[in-house]
């Protein structure tokens, strides 16, 4: 299983490492992560889904929006 840091993370999403914690902290909608020691880390097949799902999402409120 391989696992992306939050810092590839926030490259990922557009974001800064802080805006992920802070996210993150308030329990806003963000990729599944774990705890390993001091580190968070996003299993890799888990956050593709999750891109997948809020395409899906966007897609489906850009329909019913117009």
């Known amino acids: ?3 992306y840091t939050i810092d ?3 490259e990922q999403l557009h974001m800064t490492v802080g805006t992920i914690r802070n996210r993150i902290c308030r329990g806003e909608p963000m990729p599944p992560s774990v705890k390993v020691g ?3 880390l996003f ?3 888990d956050f593709k889904i999750w891109i997948e799902q809020r395409k899906h999402s ?4 850009n329909l ?3």
């Open 8 to 10: 590839q993370i926030a």
């Open 38 to 40: 001091r580190r968070r």
């Open 58 to 61: 966007q897609n489906h409120q």
């Open 43 to 45: 299993p890799e097949e």
């Open 1 to 3: 299983m391989n696992f």
């Open 64 to 66: 019913h929006s117009q």
